[in-house]
């Protein structure tokens, strides 16, 4: 059985203190850029950078990261594992980078991420927004701005739906066996 976290609404509103908090942590919108790492932190990237513009009127770049490849369990995965499209088309020198996901556990999807982000410069800093901690790490790795924490176990997941992805705008705390069941095609 699932218990929802965050309605549409609430949803909704987390987005917007997110936003606020990064232009409060921010020091100009001329300096940050805004990475979401696929699939739903480029959702989440994208809310926030209209969000930005509507009500702070801040314009940032946006990239799009797409970490298979710099996965360290890379190895175990599928023999031919599906790689999307990295698009960073700025100069990530110089920028803080707002890296966005969705969800952090153990902290090494950020680690690649990270990596990915080095590779195609040297910004000034990367900083980590994400809507829900649900504790578990496995690397010193803490978001710097997060929306929502929840103390969720080994045995649990925290899915985000998007309406563009999901059909439907919530955040739900799952059993993990549960959420297999669900997602079964």
């Not at 919108?29 to 790492?37: P, Q, R, S, T, Y």
């Amino acid at each position: 059985m699932s218990k929802e976290l965050l309605d549409a609404a609430a949803l909704h509103e987390a987005i917007e203190g997110l936003a606020a908090k990064l232009v409060d942590h921010a020091d100009a919108a001329d300096k940050v850029a805004l990475i979401g790492i696929r699939t739903r932190g480029v959702l989440m990237a994208e809310r926030l950078r209209r969000v930005l513009a509507e009500k702070h009127n801040w314009s940032v770049s946006l990239g799009i990261l797409d970490i298979t490849l710099y996965r360290d369990d890379l190895s175990t995965m599928a023999p031919h594992p599906i790689v999307g499209q990295t698009e960073i088309d700025f100069d990530v020198d110089g920028k803080t980078i707002y890296l966005v996901d969705d969800v952090i556990y153990t902290g090494r999807t950020v680690r690649s991420a990270i990596d990915q982000i080095v590779d195609f410069g040297r910004p000034s800093a990367i900083r980590l927004v994400v809507l829900v901690d649900r504790g578990g790490r496995e690397l010193p790795i803490q978001p710097d701005l997060c929306a929502l924490r929840v103390d969720a176990g080994e045995d649990e997941v925290v899915k985000v739906c998007f309406e563009q992805s999901d059909d439907s705008e919530r955040v739900l705390l799952a059993s993990r066996n549960d959420f297999r069941v669900q997602e079964a095609p």
